[in-house]
């Protein structure tokens, strides 16, 4: 029994070494090690417990065959770790997967090639420094004999049997199990989205007399609103929020003619959860709402206005696909491989001028951008790589601060992106000042989340542990804007927001009362009251200053 309690410690220092190298939490570490240690002792003890010496050969295949699977585990989680900045939610994860085609994964591979290959090299390296221990271990015990199991022996090895049994009674131990983990999640994600399905069916259903939504429009005879949705842009990599490079020229220029708001971040790190809360009523104190209260286009519908959705993202893509299904017209001109296409955002340029041509008095128009989604190359034409290998002063201060010439290669990248995203975005601007003289019009852009692309660390990528990942652009163009003083403009462009509030400040732009309306999140009101944000469910405070409503 002694030389079962030295494999199983040798097991867990295996889980050791993934924790006091961060890729595993300690939470994460203590559960697993538990886990495996119960597996061990419960199966293994038992098999000694009754079969004595004869179970060695059996106890060996037990910890090869389950060392390597927590292992397997343990690496996993760590890649994640480092891909997402944090112990992502794994029906983000299973979101992401099942949002993606083959040509994406191959890409995503090659994006994430170096940390892949970090987290493979983890697990061989453990797990063959445990098991060659292991097999030392096992040739030292050889030939000796040892005294057969007795009552104190087969009493330990049922209690342990009985604890891991009992383990997987508590659903967070069980879920933690390793052979468990996905499958137990993805049944989980199936539910949820069965639901989700079914309620979006009732709230269609519920179209047809939506009398509860109190829904009235309070606007002119003709309107035009416009959402832009940008993808994982970060302010902190835009001129017009005072970053050292040109990466907005145009938006510059329009400069005098836009409302920049200054302080505004996500709801999430991800783009489904953020969006789930940007164009429903639920937000981040009631995640669930979107399940039981109508979206952004039901209002808009229930108000009598045609809705639009035109996309550069795949069609079949999870929740925002059913959302997108919900509009009058659906355009979406990325057939190919999705977020892992290079099919360039300028692109959406001849729907969205089909949608502005459109005769319908009262328009929605959502536009949802590829933006600067990794791999950051791809979401440019070649003539838009001004800042390649560049010699600036955001490339000297990268180098200060030790940022590998990866990272400083891949902003490089970001912020052509960007750039070239300033041009798409100036451009639809610019189509719509040009078809909309007769008619109110408004264009809100915001991105679903920000980036991290060697600002804070040496990481290029989605981030939900740090800033980058929240700080987004937000603008509002409107070609009935009316004369602010200085002071006024400065004031409404500081306040602090966050964007799982946007549809209030949406169906103000839309002139849409309601009961799902609230003023006091609509950030264009008189009636504005800010409120404390969160990220990554930490207080979230830009400067120092009181808490205000919650």
Known sequence: MLILFCRVLFSIAGLLLFFLFDQLSANECLKL??????????????????????????????????VPVFYLDAAIKGFLRGYFGMRPNPNAVLQAMFATDQAETGEFFLHNSVALAQAAGWFVLVTA????????????????????????????????????????????????????????????????????????????????????????????????????????????????????????????ALRSKLLVFNDVISPAASTVESMMTMLTPADIGNPDAWMAKPNLLMLAEAAGYKTFWVSNQTRNDGWIGLLAGEADESDFINYGTGRGENNFDGNLFQPFAHALRDEAPKKLIVVHLLGAHPSYDMRYPSRFAHFDRAHDAVSAQMEHQGRSSWIRSQRDEYDNAIRYGDYVLGTLIGMTEKAKTDRAASLLFVSDHGQEVGYSRNHAGHSASDKSGYEI????????????????????????????????????????ETRYYAAQDDILSSAFLPVQRFMNGLRYQRAAGPLTRQ
Not at 51 to 58: K, L
Not at 477 to 505: F, I, V
Request: charged share 15%; proline share 6%.
């Open 473 to 512: 652009p937000m603008l509002i163009w409107n070609n009935q804007q009316a004369p602010q003083s200085a002071a006024a403009r400065a004031a409404l462009e500081n306040r602090p927001y966050q964007t799982d509030k946007l549809d209030a400040t949406v169906l103000g732009l839309l002139k849409i």
């Open 33 to 66: 090690s538990v886990l495996l240690a119960a597996c061990l002792l419960g199966v293994g003890g038992v098999l000694y417990a009754w079969r004595g010496n004869a179970s060695a050969s059996a106890i060996t295949v037990l910890v090869r065959v389950v």
């Open 129 to 252: 420094a445990v098991l060659l221990a292991d097999r030392q271990l096992q040739r030292r015990q050889a030939g000796r004999d040892s005294a057969p199991p007795g009552l104190p022996q087969k009493g330990f090895a049922v209690f342990m049997a009985a604890l891991l049994v009992s383990l997987h009674v508590n659903t967070t131990m069980r879920r933690e199990n390793p052979a468990l983990f996905w499958p137990l999640r993805y049944q989980q994600y199936s539910a949820q989205l069965a639901a989700m399905k079914s309620m979006q069916h009732a709230l269609t259903a519920a179209m047809a007399a939506p009398r509860d939504w109190n829904v009235r429009y309070a606007g002119e005879d003709a309107r035009t609103v416009i959402l832009v949705i940008g993808e994982s842009t970060n302010r902190a990599s835009m001129s017009l929020y005072g970053y050292p490079r040109a990466t907005t020229p145009q938006l510059d």
